[in-house]
């Protein structure tokens, strides 16, 4: 159980996915000051009327517009404690048969958003002293899963980032750690998990014998943000019902 992180202001992009939901509902219950950015603002409205926070419309794909959305959060509240990139993506396609096109959109939703958020956040956390950033990886990228090429080669991007970034700011007082999940019922796994024959070989990958639950990797970017983890940095945790360590029965 972890502790009531006391007034944190938390950047969270893609706050209006699965996982970014379940995280922010989860923020809200204690008590925390949250951005919610992301591209899709009707969501963003509908979860703020739900868990409170204030709304940003960011493409963070786009590195000036995330540091407009960071200064603008900074301007307001004064700090940011946490930061959060849930922007993602799936695309199941060998090499060859991915385009040129589909390759730029996941190096550019899964990490150039990540490398953005980083970018954005640090100087502010380093004026401060402290701070925790958390990014997004996949189980994907550290074991070979046929026709992931794409999405692979981008979370282990993302990886690399969580280290290099981790050593540059832990002078800082600054943590920066990765969470690396398998295949979790969020929308944009809707169309593995709404076949049923589909669903049950990604169930038999997984050791625990079942897919993620959007609250399953809220928790542990919860546990991440949580100022009381002040000596967990540069780590990438696999929440992943075992998937990127354990062979299935």
Same mark, same amino acid.
């Given at each position: 159980m972890t502790s009531n992180p006391g007034n944190q202001v938390v950047f969270v992009v893609g706050a209006a996915g699965g996982i970014g *939901? @379940? /995280?922010?509902r989860r923020l809200a219950a204690r008590g925390t000051t949250m951005i919610l950015a992301g591209r899709?603002?009707?969501r963003l409205q509908a979860l703020a009327s739900e868990v409170g926070g204030d709304v940003l419309p960011v493409d963070a794909r786009d590195i000036d517009d995330v540091g407009s959305a960071v200064a603008h959060s900074l301007e307001k509240h004064g700090r940011i404690d946490g930061a959060v990139n849930l922007a993602g993506s799936i695309l199941l396609k060998p090499a060859h048969s991915t385009s040129a096109q589909e390759w730029d959109e996941v190096l550019a939703t899964n990490l150039r958003t990540a490398f953005a958020l980083v970018r954005a956040v640090a100087p502010s956390m380093s004026r401060a002293g402290s701070g925790s950033i958390v990014l997004m990886s996949s189980a994907a990228a550290r074991i070979g899963l046929a026709n992931h090429d794409a999405i692979a080669a981008a979370k282990a991007a993302v990886i690399g980032l969580t280290l290099s970034s981790a @050593?540059?700011?832990a002078p800082r007082g600054i943590r920066v750690n990765a969470v690396a999940p398998g295949l979790v019922r969020t929308t944009l796994a809707a169309r593995i998990v709404s076949n049923e024959a *589909? /669903?049950?070989v990604s169930? *038999?990958?997984h050791a625990l014998g079942r897919i993620g639950e959007p609250d399953d990797v809220a928790s542990m970017i919860d546990w991440l943000l949580d100022p009381s983890q002040r000596w967990v940095t540069g780590q990438v945790f696999g929440v992943d019902g075992g998937l990127g360590t354990l062979r299935s029965r």
């Open positions: *939901s @379940a /995280l922010c899709d603002e009707g @050593a540059t700011y *589909s /669903l049950k169930e *038999s990958m």
